[in-house]
């Protein structure tokens, strides 16, 4: 992992930016740094895997890091003769903060005018690249790839609160645009933050281009869908031979197109899989169809709760914010595999589900929306007083109509979240009262809100999955995928994510997507003989971590959490009492909705004391 990193409007000394960059540098792979500073800024760049480069022309400076691409000519004809970062410099003089809508690819820009005192940052449309910013008490505009970078601009307050902790809990990650510490913000998808000296505004360049007025149809849209994810491919695997080249297996959908998909690129490819010896997560059986299919040459490997163990101290390093997502584990697991092979290069499938309309909510919220097609006057007046008069429960058709109605009552998209442990339990039973009271507890729905709603032309379908782009892809299982890989030292791509495949799949009518509740109809439709049949009518399963049966069952992983949930019950943020009732769930044999709970807590009190306790004793020192 590497990244980019400085300040804005700012007479900061030059070495500063050295130990910024030092904190872009995780995992394997980085290389050195390239920096240039002005009397009232700079910026630096980390090599790691991807492209970094830096430039400077009189009073404007410029950073990139990634696999950018330009959509203009001209530019890409000045980034192969001077230099990425001299292009964005030339483009910003042509264009403007608009020249982000040329580029392609994956990145995070930086450019600064120091005639002007204007500046700009920003991250791909995917959101794959990732960067923080916040206001120093020196005036100051600071940002970084990572939050610690940005912590350690020395004028930068850093303060976790009880809201990001609450935060933190809802989702099991930190969603953006909140970071962990109240002083920062991150860049959100597709999002520029322009900033002058009379502050910072936050605009978006792009946006999925969805529309309601897409015409088409499955048998018109099919022959294109496996040509465009070819073509995305092709992109993705610029400059990538074969023998450094691996993908990930897991036997979905997505995993094995992209296999599939290297596989017809180079004649030859390599995957990789994690099995489970708990036959309800073991989808290892599917991966092998997939490999055989494609004549892949596979490896697999069987995490084991030591493996937990071993990586827990690991992943709370390698992420600047704390990330509960257990899945990291076998991700990190299957790209180490792969790396031991002598891979370079691994492809990944993540984004399909949520371009192609493939998560299980989807159809889950399509079916509640039925339930509202009938007549408002038929259900207020004749339907509900039926479905609520005494005894009609215990019947299970009226009891499912009353389950529909009571979700259909909760508004888009509070209701899909509707099911969580937090979504019911009082504030106060999970949080000290001195905590409680400075927790907005509608904040993250609040942000859920605002990118479910953010597109002017969308159904409730394309609404979902523009939302999922943001949470359930960029918050999560990109940062997931993305550091694993890092700690590993592999670089990861995404052939999904391709801008074209995106604007592709925008374009394909919700009614074609997602008929009815049939899940992923027009994908599979179009997969038939390229897929193992097998694979298409399996049931949606991944990467997952049957972590809650290793908890109950391995002494270890019990006392570790036992003892990260002791320490933090010292710093006053949850009550003693519900850390009680987690710590008996995580020990007694039956499930329970706060099993989850016991791990993030532990991620948590973990992360703190590697970075937020570390870094403010090395302030204070």
Not at 47 to 73: E, N
Not at 215 to 235: C, K, T, V, W, Y
Not at 538 to 565: C, D, M, N
């Amino acid at each position: 992992m590497a990244g980019l990193t400085g300040w804005f409007g700012a007479a900061a000394e030059s070495n500063v930016l050295g130990r910024m960059a030092a904190e872009l540098w995780r995992g394997e792979g980085a290389g050195g740094a390239q920096s240039e500073h002005l009397t009232t800024g700079g910026v630096a760049a980390v090599s790691g895997h991807a492209l970094a480069d830096v430039a400077r022309r009189g009073a404007r400076i410029a950073a990139i890091h990634g696999r950018p691409r330009w959509d203009d000519p001209a530019f890409e004809v000045l980034a192969e003769r001077d230099g990425w970062a001299a292009s964005l410099i030339a483009a910003y003089e042509a264009h403007g903060p608009d020249f982000l809508t040329k580029l392609g690819g994956w990145f995070a820009v930086a450019v600064y005018d120091g005639d002007s005192g204007q500046g700009l940052v920003a991250i791909d449309r995917a959101g794959i690249a990732t960067l923080a910013y916040g206001r120093a008490r020196d005036g100051g505009f600071v940002f970084g790839s990572t939050t610690d970078a940005v912590r350690s601009y020395p004028a930068m307050p850093a303060t976790v609160s009880g809201q990001a902790v609450f935060n933190f809990l809802f989702t099991y990650t930190v969603p953006s645009p909140t970071t962990i510490y109240d002083e920062q913000r991150k860049v959100l998808p597709g999002q520029v933050i322009l900033w002058s000296k009379d502050g910072m505004r936050p605009e978006f360049y792009w946006t999925m281009p969805y529309t309601e007025a897409r015409s088409g149809n499955a048998r018109q849209l099919i022959p294109a869908l496996l040509e465009q994810l070819g073509d995305g491919f092709r992109r993705s695997a610029a400059g990538v031979d074969a023998d450094e080249a691996g993908a990930f297996l897991s036997g979905g959908l997505d995993s094995s197109t992209v296999a599939g998909l290297m596989a017809r690129h180079y004649g030859d490819a390599r995957t990789f899989t994690i099995g489970f010896n708990e036959p309800d997560f073991d989808e290892s059986g599917y991966a092998q169809m997939a490999a055989t299919h494609f004549n892949t040459r596979q490896h697999v490997y069987i995490p084991t709760p030591d493996d937990v163990l071993a990586l827990v101290p690991q992943i709370a390093e390698i992420y600047d914010e704390p990330y509960g997502n257990t899945s990291a584990v076998p991700a990190y697991c299957c790209a180490r595999m792969a790396r031991e092979q002598g891979v370079s290069v691994m492809f990944a499938g993540d984004g399909g589900d949520e371009i192609f309309g493939g998560n299980e909510r989807y159809a889950h919220m399509q079916t509640i929306e039925q339930y509202g097609a009938i007549p408002a006057f038929l259900r207020a007046g004749l339907l509900e007083p039926l479905l609520n008069l005494p005894g009609m429960a215990s019947l299970p058709l009226v009891a499912k109509a009353q389950s529909l109605a009571r979700r259909y009552a909760i508004p888009m998209p509070d209701r899909i979240f509707s099911y969580g442990f937090l979504a019911d339990a009082p504030l106060h039973e999970v949080l000290t009262d001195h905590i409680a009271g400075g927790v907005n507890a509608g904040e993250p729905l609040e942000i859920l809100r605002e990118v479910y709603n953010r597109p002017q032309h969308a159904d409730i379908l394309q609404r979902m999955m523009h939302m999922d782009l943001k949470s359930a892809l960029a918050d999560n299982d990109l940062r997931k995928v993305n550091r694993m890989c890092a700690l590993a030292g592999v670089e990861v791509r995404y052939p999904f994510l391709d801008d074209k495949v995106m604007a592709f799949a925008a374009s394909v009518p919700s009614s074609v997507l997602l008929p009815g509740s049939n899940l992923r109809k027009f994908y599979k439709d179009a997969m038939r003989g390229f897929l193992p049949d097998a694979i298409l009518t399996k049931t949606k399963h991944g990467f997952g971590l049957p972590f809650a049966q290793w908890i109950k069952g391995h002494r270890g992983l019990q006392e570790l959490v036992r003892s990260y949930l002791s320490d933090a019950g010292k710093r006053g943020y949850f009550e003693p009492a519900f850390l009680a009732r987690v710590q008996a769930a995580a020990s007694d044999s039956v499930f329970s909705d706060l099993d989850g709970f016991a791990w993030d807590i532990a991620v948590l009190e973990l992360w703190l004391q590697r970075h937020a306790d570390r870094k403010t004793d090395e302030k204070n020192g």
